[in-house]
């Protein structure tokens, strides 16, 4: 039987955890759960026995915090100090199989961004408009942290731009079968 499940948590390393931290709870309005912990397998290896087990026994040092988004997913924010991180090749890795950016939704992405540049982020290409999909007002737009994580924004939700696009998508198939033709 098929479940759907729900996102529980995103994982993002860092190389400043406190600036990364303080960042996304300045723009993005994340919640901090507990706080920053710094974990050094020479001084204490229990949270290695415990918590970081499905990692190998070359991860000696650590920080680490949990930010909470308004819908209850976490990120996870880790930043890597031994074995130091190793670095991004490209600027937006795109093609790079894996995740390559995270969404978020909020009402106004126009005066967010403006807050994200101003902050150190930036913009990366052009606007979406979901004007196309019936959704007038609508739109989005992808930006990085100081950091180069990637992170879209929408002002509604996945599911409201699938079915509207989804909805738009019958009705173009509808015409196309009567004229022949797409308006």
Same mark, same amino acid.
């Given at each position: 039987?098929?479940?759907?499940?729900?996102?529980?948590?995103?994982?993002?390393?860092?190389?400043?955890?406190?600036?990364?931290?303080?960042?996304? *709870?300045?723009?993005?309005?994340?919640?901090?759960?507990?706080?920053?912990?710094?974990?050094?397998?020479?001084?204490?290896? =229990?949270?290695?026995?415990?918590?970081?087990?499905?990692?190998?026994?070359?991860?000696?040092?650590?920080?680490?915090?949990?930010?909470?988004?308004?819908?209850?997913?976490?990120?996870?924010?880790?930043?890597?100090?031994?074995?130091?991180?190793?670095?991004?090749?490209?600027?937006?890795?795109?093609?790079?199989?894996?995740?390559?950016?995270?969404?978020?939704?909020?009402?106004?992405?126009?005066?967010?961004?403006?807050?994200?540049?101003?902050?150190?982020?930036?913009?990366?290409?052009?606007? *979406?408009?979901?004007?196309?999909?019936?959704?007038?007002?609508?739109?989005?737009?992808?930006?990085?942290?100081?950091?180069?994580? =990637?992170?879209?924004?929408?002002?509604?939700?996945?599911?409201?731009?699938?079915?509207?696009?989804?909805?738009?998508?019958?009705?173009?198939?509808?015409?196309?079968?009567?004229?022949?033709?797409?308006?």
């Amino acid at each position: 039987m098929s479940f759907n499940r729900a996102v529980n948590h995103i994982a993002i390393s860092c190389t400043d955890l406190e600036a990364l931290t303080k960042w996304y *709870m300045r723009n993005f309005g994340f919640e901090l759960i507990g706080a920053v912990r710094h974990f050094k397998r020479s001084e204490d290896p =229990t949270p290695f026995e415990t918590i970081f087990v499905s990692y190998p026994d070359t991860l000696k040092e650590l920080k680490f915090a949990i930010l909470t988004a308004g819908n209850g997913v976490g990120l996870e924010l880790f930043q890597f100090i031994d074995p130091a991180p190793a670095f991004r090749g490209q600027e937006f890795e795109f093609t790079r199989p894996g995740y390559f950016h995270i969404c978020i939704t909020d009402p106004d992405p126009e005066g967010l961004l403006k807050n994200v540049i101003s902050d150190g982020g930036k913009q990366i290409g052009d606007w *979406m408009d979901y004007s196309r999909y019936g959704l007038y007002g609508q739109k989005g737009v992808y930006m990085q942290d100081p950091w180069g994580n =990637t992170v879209e924004v929408m002002s509604l939700s996945i599911e409201r731009v699938c079915s509207a696009g989804g909805g738009i998508a019958w009705y173009k198939q509808q015409e196309l079968e009567k004229t022949g033709k797409f308006s």
